[in-house]
């Protein structure tokens, strides 16, 4: 120890003393301890707790709320050499007592700090931050290395929420092994989590698909049949023209977004003119021009329009040859492309419009076809066939699939021809196409009959009178059966391949199998 003029060992030890206004009891940072020294006339010095570098938590020691450092004590040169450190400020009312010792004497160690009695209190210490606010870091020194990213552990395990963020992922297969693990883990726990899983790979599935993209044609047919059974129309669609309906809107859905070029491609029309195949070339907009003039024959009987005007003539393809040739707005490679489309959709809903309107009344009223007449209910389906088969040549001419009618309308259209198939044996025979009649029977009797089966969703089984279209066609008096599945019979029936190529499988008689094959190919026709 030395006097009040040599140097204080406490400053040596713990660093500055602190001043008059400034100890607080605290020491700042760096501030080291000897064991050996008699404790601090302020206090002993307080060692904080370890902590975690700057560089972890991103604080600095030593600062204080808003960045302020913590106060410095006065050095020895600030201060009278052996003095100790002055308290705070006391109120004028009670000064400090002088020490009775002398100038030489030293002072008598008294009782520690914390035990020692004091009469006026001390200053309240500065609060301490609390140790969940972050402390900013001072200015001047920056962090010594970026912060690392945490990575998850085993301490740590992924949330609810993230698991879920990464079903995305995982469904592509782009999440990392350790992410994979986890949500699959995580899945076989959390049910909402797998459930919503199982859709994503649902979807990822969609994104690779096969199958065409494009809607059903029966899309539309389906979503009316819906809403029909749900809600019946007020005037309800007459049965029997639903498959013309059906078929009419499916080919309009073909030609939809058809351009120009597709409208101009080349179609090879086909038929059986009752002794060979034949064919004419025109285009996809002379296919939609036929078929509106051919069904222009059912608008006139039902008092609509004509598009071939008053005088047209009556039998389907003498109609077509002359709208080829005398109508310039779809005449074979002339016209804008598309217009014929628009005329055959507005006069085909007026055809149903009509019927619907008209009632029961009007299912047996006759329409006139060339030579023979048939039902407006069964030339309804006529012209449904007709759209099928053309359907057909058009996606072949633009390479595009098409599918058969739904089974119910395509039983429907396959009965309308072998319940025609008697008929146009008498008349073939008529013509010595085919071969006479074997056994004569009175009308409504039983005679020689063929069986006609047609496999497939919309087939069945027939029985075809072949002496005479007034007997009766009868199981028992089966001799010969034909045998073919349902895209055989379109082929024949619409006289695309040679009737002695259409038939699968052949029983019985030869003869009479020959003529109901060569009667089939003549039900097509331009």
């Given at each position: 120890?030395?006097?009040?003029?040599?140097?204080?060992?406490?400053?040596?030890?713990?660093g500055?003393?602190?001043?008059?206004?400034?100890g607080d009891?605290?020491?700042?940072?760096?501030?080291?301890?000897?064991?050996?020294?008699?404790?601090?006339?302020?206090?002993?010095?307080?060692?904080?707790?370890?902590?975690?570098?700057?560089?972890?938590s991103?604080?600095?020691?030593g600062?204080?709320?808003?960045?302020?450092?913590?106060?410095?004590?006065?050095?020895?040169?600030?201060?009278?050499?052996?003095?100790a450190?002055?308290p705070?400020?006391?109120?004028a009312?009670?000064?400090?007592?002088?020490s009775?010792?002398?100038p030489?004497?030293?002072?008598?160690p008294?009782?520690?700090p914390?035990?020692?009695?004091?009469?006026?209190?001390e200053?309240?210490?500065?609060?301490?931050?609390?140790?969940?606010a972050?402390?900013p870091?001072?200015?001047?020194a920056?962090?010594?290395?970026p912060?690392?990213?945490?990575?998850?552990s085993?301490a740590?395990p992924?949330t609810h929420?993230?698991?879920?963020?990464?079903?995305?992922?995982w469904?592509?297969?782009a999440c990392s092994?350790d992410?994979?693990?986890?949500v699959?883990?995580?899945l076989?726990?959390c049910?909402?989590?797998?459930?919503?899983?199982?859709?994503l790979?649902?979807?990822v599935?969609?994104?690779?698909?096969?199958?065409?993209?494009?809607?059903?044609?029966?899309?539309r047919?389906?979503?009316?049949?819906?809403?029909l059974?749900?809600?019946?129309?007020?005037i309800?669609?007459?049965?029997?023209?639903?498959?013309?309906?059906?078929?009419?809107?499916?080919l309009?859905?073909?030609l939809?977004?058809?351009?120009e070029?597709?409208?101009?491609?080349?179609v090879r029309?086909?038929?059986?003119?009752?002794?060979r195949?034949?064919?004419?070339?025109?285009?996809?907009?002379?296919?939609?021009g036929?078929?509106m003039?051919?069904?222009?024959?059912?608008?006139?009987?039902?008092?609509?329009?004509?598009?071939?005007?008053?005088?047209?003539?009556?039998s389907?393809q003498?109609?077509?040859?002359?709208?080829?040739?005398h109508?310039?707005?779809?005449?074979?490679g002339?016209?804008?492309?598309?217009?014929?489309?628009?005329?055959?959709?507005?006069?085909?809903?007026?055809?149903?419009r009509?019927?619907?309107?008209?009632?029961?009344?009007?299912?047996?009223?006759?329409?006139p076809?060339?030579?023979?007449?048939?039902?407006?209910?069964?030339?309804?389906?006529?012209r449904?066939?007709?759209?099928w088969?053309?359907?057909?040549?058009?996606?072949?001419?633009?390479?595009?699939?098409?599918?058969?009618?739904a089974?119910?309308?395509l039983?429907?259209?396959i009965d309308l021809c072998?319940?025609?198939l008697?008929?146009?044996?008498?008349?073939r025979?008529?013509?010595g196409?085919?071969?006479?009649p074997?056994?004569l029977?009175?009308?409504?009797?039983?005679?020689?009959?063929?069986?006609?089966?047609?496999?497939g969703a919309?087939g069945?089984?027939?029985?075809?009178?072949?002496?005479?279209?007034?007997a009766?066609?009868?199981?028992?008096?089966?001799?010969?059966?034909?045998a073919?599945d349902?895209?055989?019979?379109?082929?024949?029936?619409?006289?695309?391949?040679?009737?002695?190529?259409a038939?699968?499988?052949?029983?019985?008689?030869t003869?009479?199998i020959?003529?109901?094959?060569?009667?089939?190919?003549?039900?097509?026709?331009?």
């Amino acid at each position: 120890m030395t006097g009040r003029g040599g140097p204080d060992p406490y400053d040596d030890a713990y660093g500055e003393s602190s001043g008059p206004g400034d100890g607080d009891g605290r020491d700042g940072p760096g501030r080291g301890s000897d064991p050996g020294l008699p404790p601090h006339p302020a206090g002993p010095p307080r060692i904080p707790p370890p902590r975690s570098a700057a560089e972890d938590s991103g604080h600095w020691p030593g600062a204080l709320d808003g960045g302020i450092p913590a106060p410095r004590p006065p050095t020895a040169d600030e201060t009278p050499a052996g003095r100790a450190p002055e308290p705070a400020p006391k109120p004028a009312a009670d000064p400090e007592p002088e020490s009775p010792l002398g100038p030489d004497q030293e002072p008598i160690p008294g009782p520690e700090p914390e035990q020692a009695v004091s009469r006026d209190p001390e200053p309240d210490p500065e609060p301490e931050p609390p140790a969940s606010a972050p402390l900013p870091a001072p200015r001047a020194a920056p962090l010594a290395a970026p912060l690392a990213a945490p990575t998850p552990s085993a301490a740590h395990p992924l949330t609810h929420d993230l698991l879920r963020s990464l079903l995305g992922a995982w469904a592509l297969t782009a999440c990392s092994p350790d992410e994979t693990a986890a949500v699959e883990a995580h899945l076989n726990h959390c049910p909402s989590c797998a459930e919503e899983a199982l859709r994503l790979r649902d979807a990822v599935g969609l994104l690779h698909t096969e199958h065409s993209l494009d809607l059903d044609p029966m899309l539309r047919s389906r979503v009316l049949a819906g809403c029909l059974g749900r809600r019946p129309a007020r005037i309800p669609m007459p049965g029997w023209a639903g498959a013309y309906d059906a078929e009419a809107a499916r080919l309009d859905a073909l030609l939809r977004d058809m351009g120009e070029a597709e409208w101009r491609a080349p179609v090879r029309l086909k038929w059986f003119d009752g002794r060979r195949l034949t064919g004419r070339d025109t285009t996809v907009a002379g296919v939609i021009g036929h078929l509106m003039v051919v069904d222009g024959i059912i608008a006139a009987s039902l008092g609509l329009p004509d598009p071939l005007g008053a005088d047209a003539p009556r039998s389907p393809q003498a109609r077509t040859e002359a709208y080829w040739h005398h109508e310039p707005g779809a005449s074979y490679g002339a016209g804008p492309p598309g217009a014929v489309r628009e005329l055959w959709r507005e006069q085909g809903h007026a055809l149903v419009r009509t019927v619907s309107f008209a009632g029961r009344g009007v299912a047996e009223l006759d329409v006139p076809y060339g030579d023979i007449a048939l039902p407006i209910r069964d030339a309804f389906l006529d012209r449904a066939l007709e759209c099928w088969v053309h359907a057909g040549d058009i996606a072949e001419a633009i390479d595009y699939p098409y599918e058969p009618p739904a089974s119910a309308h395509l039983r429907a259209m396959i009965d309308l021809c072998a319940r025609l198939l008697p008929g146009t044996l008498a008349e073939r025979r008529r013509a010595g196409l085919a071969a006479p009649p074997r056994r004569l029977v009175e009308a409504g009797t039983p005679g020689r009959t063929l069986h006609l089966q047609v496999e497939g969703a919309g087939g069945g089984d027939w029985y075809i009178a072949l002496d005479s279209p007034a007997a009766v066609a009868s199981p028992e008096e089966a001799v010969a059966t034909i045998a073919l599945d349902q895209e055989a019979f379109y082929l024949l029936a619409s006289g695309h391949v040679p009737p002695q190529e259409a038939a699968a499988g052949l029983s019985g008689d030869t003869e009479a199998i020959r003529d109901v094959l060569f009667a089939a190919a003549s039900l097509s026709r331009l």
